[in-house]
């Protein structure tokens, strides 16, 4: 074999690797941008389901009453403007004396606040810090980091939204004995992504909808009218998405079960 022959071999040898490693290259690149589309898409969907849930079973709470003489137990929170449903459960805990096989039962209430969502500033705000949105929940959601295996009857959230930080929820359950401040809330962040957060009302007078950076002032003592949508705007690199949320209204007629 000739030199010039080997030259020609080791330069053949070097393309071939060069051509392998690139392919190679490539390849990685191209997942690695298909799962980065992934990412957002499902973030942002994520994100958009666990309010929509949030939204739905906000302002429910529940408490336990005996049948056996009294009145029942209010429910936790003590709500006036709620609606009670009574929901016969079995109580096998407690046996009459007289030996028969029937057991006493309790009841459960279902209570439904006539603003599921409202706004209200959390425990020990300054005055001239603006409330934010609060809704209760029945139980604590998974997502939110507490006590395991707690059964809590009440949770009180806050939609906080920072342009900075993104999108979270300060709360705290009725299992907490003090809730003075803001320093006794617990903080979970929902997405880091959420840019923007923004007010949707209808306007009356040119029938349209409206949308705006800030809530609008309220009438009387409300410090801001409820909006009807909140549109979130997700960022992230130079994609942008933004996403509808529903706000429940009272429904004075509507039933529960």
């Known amino acids: 074999m000739t030199l010039l022959e080997i030259v020609l071999a080791i330069a053949v040898a070097g393309f071939v690797l060069y051509a392998a490693t690139a392919y190679v290259v490539s390849i990685s690149n191209i997942w690695a941008e298909q799962e980065e589309r992934h990412f957002f898409e499902d973030h942002v969907d994520g994100v958009t389901e666990f309010l929509k849930a949030a939204f739905l079973n906000a302002g429910y709470e529940l408490s336990l009453s005996q ?118 809330l617990q903080r979970t962040p929902i997405s880091p992504l959420v840019s923007e957060l923004r007010y949707l009302y209808w306007d009356e007078t040119f029938e349209k909808w409206e ?25 992230y690199q130079e994609e942008t998405k933004s996403r509808l949320l529903t706000l429940p209204v009272p429904m004075d007629s509507a039933l529960l079960f």
């Open 67 to 184: 049948d056996e003489g009294g009145q029942p137990n209010p429910p936790a929170g003590n709500n006036p403007n709620g609606k009670e449903v009574p929901v016969n459960i079995p109580n096998q805990g407690n046996r009459p004396d007289n030996g028969s096989s029937q057991s006493s039962t309790g009841s459960s209430l279902i209570a439904h606040s006539e603003t599921p969502i409202q706004w209200k500033k959390p425990p020990g705000a300054a005055g001239y810090e603006d409330p934010m949105l609060y809704f209760t929940m029945a139980e604590i959601p998974p997502l939110l980091v507490g006590l395991d295996d707690v059964p809590a009857t009440k949770v009180d959230l806050y939609l906080h939204f920072d342009p900075d930080e993104g999108l979270s929820l300060l709360w705290h359950s009725n299992l907490q004995e003090e809730v003075e401040d803001t320093d006794d």
């Open 211 to 235: 949308e705006e950076d800030e809530p609008l002032d309220g009438e009387g003592e409300e410090d801001f009218q409820l909006p009807r949508f909140l549109k979130l705007v997700f960022t």
